[in-house]
């Protein structure tokens, strides 16, 4: 099973180019899963300091330029269903990550394969 240099070449550029391609996106959902873990963060200090305050205790929530009034439940309630959401996000993306490691693991994995069988040859 002989392939020609050119073939060889080019076979090499495309799966650089996945491999350049997979660790470009490896930046992307590492930085995606960090911020979803801070706003997850948030909403837990945020639900946190809710869970201190009386039922009756006046909250507010800002609305473009103006706060309106909510009720401590519904507030919590709200902010447990976001975190629910992110958790699930941060999952999925972490999944999405593992996805892309191996990608790039195998694609470099492929280029080195083929690199010693060309210098072999």
């Known amino acids: 099973m002989s392939i020609s240099n050119e073939a060889l070449q080019k076979l090499v550029h495309e ?22 873990q801070r706003e997850m963060r948030l909403a ?21 330029k103006m706060f309106v ?12 269903t976001e975190m629910k959401e992110m958790e699930t996000e941060v ?7 593992h996805y892309l490691e191996t990608t790039a693991k195998n694609s ?3 280029i080195e394969k083929m690199l010693k069988g060309a210098g072999q040859a």
Do not use: C, F, M, W
């Not at 999952?91 to 990550?97: C, T």
């Open 15 to 36: 799966i650089e180019a996945q491999s350049i391609a997979a660790q470009q996106q490896i930046g992307l959902v590492r930085t995606q899963q960090a911020s979803k």
């Open 69 to 80: 009034s909510v009720p401590v439940p519904t507030l919590k309630d709200r902010l447990g």
């Open 44 to 64: 837990q200090l945020t639900r946190n300091e809710l869970a201190t305050l009386p039922e009756s205790t006046a909250v507010y929530e800002g609305v473009g």
């Open 108 to 110: 470099q994995e492929h």
């Open 91 to 97: 999952e999925n993306l972490g999944k999405r990550l």
